[in-house]
């Protein structure tokens, strides 16, 4: 073979080698387009805009081989239908909060908010150094999902009230709209309550057909509009001190992905919780101040027989859980009062005691 024809033949070769060698990453790098159902407005200002956080940090920390496509609420499936809709395979993943899911079971309610419960650190604590994790993916195992946490709100409000109130025998009768272990603290009280979406409440605050209603914090609250038909914005929401949002996962799709691209979905769900966690708390703040200053919106505190009460009708709460016929949910229940009672004592002398101690001393 002559030395032009022995380079030639060799150029062939190696170009053939390197296409054969661009090959195999390809196929690894095939993309995956998954759908995921919210159940918010789109942007709503807090919960919608936190799920297109997610979309998009998954989006970009599997390097586009997940490519995730956000449905708002009712644009694919109805908001209170996401749970279904992954579970079954329509979607492949989707953003709500667990408050949303008693019907499924009452323990997954506690893995949300639990009235006098965990604040936002501790809810986080609890999963991921308390054992609470490995239960809520033995709970939702059950529906073929795998879950996440991916923000919180921080402590909700108790809400707005079209009128004052004066006692506990104010609240019977009271139509009012919550959601979660709340509702069941509330019911315990007399209280008629309702779910349904934020835009609904409002509509249902306008028409008559509640008498107050809570749905998250000043920031969303007020986007809702709220102010326009109730004036009375009662702290504090001991029936969500805190209240989670997640991510779950179709448990097909999710193992079927390879070591990598599971790490991608968890990290961007687990990197989203204190964003989305602080981005409430600094404009909450914010809101609330206008409210109270452009809106005339009057910040009440709950009378002390209120919370008395609202005491006594949680403690019956988280009581029955921990007697609750399913097995699963008492050890859920199990494990989160004791994380709470650890952990609450310990922050006495800790995040307790500084923010008393700040109260009283602050001078610049």
Excluded at 98 to 123: C, H, N, T, V
Excluded at 152 to 176: I, M
Excluded at 275 to 288: G, I, Q, R
Excluded at 342 to 348: A, D, E, I, K, L
Aim: charged letters at 20%; a negative charge.
């Amino acid at each position: 073979m002559k030395r032009r024809q022995f380079l030639s033949a060799g150029a062939a070769t190696a170009v053939a080698a390197t296409t054969v060698g661009l090959a195999t990453p390809a196929i690894a790098q095939e993309k995956r387009q998954w759908k995921m159902v919210t159940a918010w407005p789109k942007n709503l200002p807090g919960p919608g805009v936190a799920a297109q956080m997610l979309a998009d940090r998954i989006t970009a920390l599997s390097g586009g081989r997940i490519e995730v496509k956000l449905f708002a609420a009712g644009e694919l499936v109805p908001g209170r239908g996401v749970f279904d809709a992954v579970s079954e395979g329509t979607a492949e993943l989707y953003h709500a909060v667990p408050a949303y899911w008693g019907s499924k079971s009452k323990g997954i309610l506690m893995f949300g908010s639990q009235p006098f419960g965990l604040r936002a650190d501790e809810q986080v604590g609890w999963m991921t150094h308390g054992g609470g994790q490995a239960l809520y993916d033995e709970m939702y195992g059950r529906f073929g999902l795998k879950p996440f946490l991916c923000g919180n709100s921080g402590p909700q409000w108790q809400g707005w009230f079209k009128n004052e109130l004066n006692s506990a025998e104010d609240l019977k009768g009271l139509k009012f709209r919550t959601t979660g272990l709340a509702s069941e603290m509330c019911s315990k009280l007399g209280m008629a309550v309702q779910a349904m979406g934020g835009r609904d409440m409002f509509q249902a605050l306008q028409s008559g057909a509640l008498d107050a209603g809570e749905f998250i914090g000043p920031w969303t609250d007020s986007a809702l509009g709220f102010h326009q038909v109730a004036k009375n914005y009662y702290w504090p929401g001991v029936g969500e001190p805190s209240s989670a949002e997640e991510c779950s996962v179709n448990a097909k799709a999710y193992n079927e992905l390879p070591d990598d691209l599971k790490a991608a979905v968890s990290l961007a769900c687990e990197s989203l919780y204190n964003p989305v966690w602080t981005e409430y708390t600094t404009k909450h703040a914010l809101a609330l101040k206008k409210l109270v200053d452009e809106e005339g919106v009057q910040v009440k505190q709950l009378p002390d027989d209120i919370l008395a009460a609202m005491g006594k009708a949680g403690d019956e709460v988280i009581s029955e859980l921990r007697e609750d016929e399913d097995e699963l949910v008492k050890r859920i229940a199990e494990s989160f009062v004791s994380y709470r009672d650890s952990v609450g004592r310990y922050m006495v002398y800790a995040d307790n005691g500084q923010m008393n101690a700040r109260a009283k001393a602050l001078s610049y």
